[in-house]
């Protein structure tokens, strides 16, 4: 027994999804920004969506526990990312006043504004869609050092357009997780006129919510019209776009199909979603753009299956932005 190396059986025990302590994607824990090149951000919150039961806190608990089984090499690109950047676990945001909405998205900005400061690109795992509001502040506009003071295009999945500008607050909260696809337009973060919003079900509940977001300029492809152009349809009309512009990526989990994500918040039966293989299709569409930062939301743990299908998705999901942004920099090393 003396001779038994630890850091040897440590190293080897290393591949394997049910030993040790879980972070995303058995990634080293590093909360300091200037520590990675991508980190992976948990933003575990959920007072930005009063409106539907509020376990989206749970999720990147859930994700970090999945994601030790992943593979960390992505075949289609022909990329290990962890071979190209600095890519750690970055922890959770904390948030000593989690159930009060409001202050909980200046603090997240705050948290997120240091990565941006640090020339570090974000993928968080959330935590309702209110998280997106200050995330996108944090990382566009004026004082963003990834995206040079400009804008960026904004590439946003989901069921609901989140661009409520025509209710004054949900339920209180007026940095909510319906509003801030507004507010980030019109306080000069997003540049609505070149993004794009994806998966937008029929029967989206609040009038008047499709025509504010095509009065702020954004582009809906709903689902009767993804079903018409498919997959390279969509791709198309996103980098038509986006051009030249930085990108910011959000994924709300119940975009997709119900059958793949069946554990989200504002789960919309009914209308066929968008199936977890043609939206890594679309994601790896936007291959070759700069994509300074990108969200995973709305996984609700306590509402999955047996099987976790949806953390295991979200892991999906998580895994090709951060793959996008390490194949962008390993073409482009300096930015």
Not at 32 to 45: K, N, R
């Amino acid at each position: 027994m003396n001779d038994f190396d630890f850091d040897a059986a440590r190293k080897d025990m290393g591949r394997w999804y049910w030993w040790g302590i879980p972070t995303f994607f058995r990634c080293d824990w590093k909360e300091d920004p200037a520590d990675s090149d991508i980190a992976l951000l948990g933003v575990p919150h959920s007072s930005g969506n009063g409106s539907t039961e509020r376990d989206q806190h749970l999720g990147p608990r859930a994700v970090r526990h999945v994601s030790a089984q992943y593979r960390r090499s992505h075949g289609r690109f022909g990329i290990t990312p962890w071979d190209i950047c600095r890519i750690n676990d970055a922890g959770d945001v904390p948030l000593p006043e989690a159930m009060v909405n409001d202050i909980s998205i200046q603090h997240i900005e705050a948290y997120a504004r240091r990565f941006n400061d640090a020339g570090t690109r974000l993928v968080s795992m959330g935590g309702d869609h209110g998280i997106t509001g200050p995330l996108l502040k944090s990382v566009a506009g004026p004082h963003s050092r990834l995206t040079g003071g400009q804008k960026v295009a904004l590439v946003h999945f989901d069921a609901h357009t989140d661009s409520y500008r025509h209710l004054p607050h949900w339920l209180g909260s007026r940095r909510s997780s319906a509003h801030w696809a507004s507010y980030t337009v019109e306080e000069g973060h997003v540049d609505a006129h070149r993004s794009t919003q994806i998966g937008i079900r029929p029967n989206v509940g609040t009038p008047g919510s499709k025509n504010t977001s095509e009065e702020l300029g954004y582009r809906i492809i709903g689902m009767d019209e993804i079903e018409e152009i498919g997959v390279q349809g969509v791709i198309k009309t996103m980098r038509d776009r986006i051009g030249d512009m930085p990108v910011y990526v959000t994924f709300d989990l119940d975009s997709l199909d119900p059958a793949d994500a069946p554990g989200v918040s504002n789960l919309e039966p009914g209308y066929p979603g968008i199936r977890i293989g043609d939206a890594m299709r679309m994601l790896q569409g936007l291959r070759g753009l700069n994509v300074v930062g990108a969200d995973v939301v709305c996984i609700m743990p306590t509402k999955d299956n047996p099987n976790q299908i949806t953390a295991m998705n979200s892991m999906v999901v998580m895994f090709e932005l951060l793959s996008l942004m390490a194949d962008y920099k390993k073409n482009h090393p300096d930015a």
